[in-house]
């Protein structure tokens, strides 16, 4: 079997389908090393370096043309098919939105979350969302032979929202980074923070992609309400998240895009992690965080008490109260923080990206 998979969000430093590109890539050549894959990444002028795991069986097509111009020509001739840039393929597997028309080869859409059309007032960029929601979304589900919803969440949103017959969809959960899911603490650990001058207790937010959903005012009232000196460590670009939370206050750190490897000695260090927000599609950084051993307190809305499965406080998004209620109650209740943590351990260890890719390739061979 040939693969050919969109990795072109595998050249972006962070954000959810970043991770989900990377970890779903490299484990599916882990657990198939006998197929061919093929990265197919087009993006104008080439800058920067491609992603490459330095495997046997994978080759890259890299194609200069803008992603917009190369979709708005297949959006209006359907042409040229993808296997004019991959060879002939059996299955070609977008990642996000995008699925080009293709001669043979049988076609898979992976949909993260469907956010943006019951909430379009929680993202900043509209014209973006706009284009790729309303448009290409639809243009992908139209052509695919098979959905992948990364979450219970996301498929009743793909029957509701889209129409997609739900016997069309396979719910793959993410995976979890092995990183964090081995991870031990050591000295190496504490030197590591203390580069980020985290030298004391703190709470963290693996933030992402900065966008109002992420709920950033009301956690930083929150936080400043239950404990107006611990320190919020918010993980993401520093210069948008600062657009967002406009004039909050707080005693607020903003380390930046951090690089994978250090995320888990930063999760380790902290006392609680935050993540309240206001909608998502699956909610990687929750399982990161249970991985590292830290209590969770997120959401009660879309994925997210499906993605914690009771191993995490849900509070109401939406007040601060209870966001501030539940960091307050967590931070007097010793046990309640122990029994997270064997909780939250064991909840991440059911999802690895062994799991998702297993699951992935049996859905591309039912379809060849």
């Known amino acids: 079997m040939k693969i050919a ?5 595998t050249l972006y430093p962070s954000g959810g389908i970043a991770r989900y590109s990377r970890g779903l890539i490299t484990a599916l050549l882990e657990a198939a090393p006998r197929e061919e894959m093929v990265l197919f990444v ?26 917009q111009l190369l979709q708005g020509i297949w959006d209006m001739i359907e042409w ?35 956010t ?28 695919a032979d098979a959905v992948i919803a990364v979450s219970s969440r996301t498929r009743d949103d793909l029957v509701e929202l889209m129409k997609i017959p739900e016997d069309r969809i396979r719910v793959i959960h993410e995976g979890v980074d092995s990183l964090f899911l081995a991870f031990t603490e050591d000295e190496k650990s504490a030197a590591l923070r203390r580069q ?29 309400k239950a404990s107006p000196d611990m320190p919020l460590v918010m993980v993401g670009p520093p210069e948008p998240l600062r657009k967002l939370l406009g004039q909050a206050t707080g005693k607020l750190l903003f380390p930046g895009i951090v690089p994978d490897d250090h995320l888990p000695a930063l999760l380790s260090g902290a006392l609680i992690s935050l993540y309240p927000s206001l909608y998502e599609g699956f909610g990687l950084p929750v399982l990161e965080s249970m991985a590292c ?44 923080q122990n029994h997270l ?28």
């Open 116 to 143: 943006y059309l019951r909430f379009p007032h929680y993202f900043t960029n509209r014209d973006l969302n706009e284009r790729g929601y309303r448009h290409e979304l639809p243009g992908g589900l139209a052509k």
């Open 293 to 336: 051993g830290v209590p969770v307190i997120t959401s009660n809305r879309g994925s997210l008490p499906e993605i914690a499965g009771g191993a995490a406080i849900l509070v109401d998004p939406e007040d601060v109260d209870s966001i501030s209620g539940a960091i307050s109650g967590l931070m007097k209740d010793e046990s309640l």
């Open 196 to 224: 980020y001058d985290l030298n004391s207790s703190y709470f963290i937010f693996l933030v992402g992609t900065p966008e109002p959903r992420k709920n950033l005012k009301r956690t930083v009232d929150a936080v400043m």
């Open 42 to 67: 087009n993006r104008f002028r080439g800058k920067g370096r491609l992603w490459n795991p330095e495997m046997e069986n994978i080759s890259t097509r890299e194609i200069l043309l803008p992603r």
């Open 80 to 114: 040229p098919p993808i296997e004019f840039f991959t060879g002939a393929i059996d299955i070609f597997h977008g990642l996000h939105f995008v699925l080009p028309p293709a001669k043979k080869a049988k076609k898979v859409l992976t949909v993260h979350d469907l």
């Open 5 to 9: 998979i969109d990795a072109y969000h």
């Open 341 to 368: 943590k064997v909780m939250g351990k064991k909840r991440a260890s059911e999802f690895t990206w062994q799991k998702t890719a297993k699951e992935t390739l049996s859905l591309y061979r039912e379809l060849v």
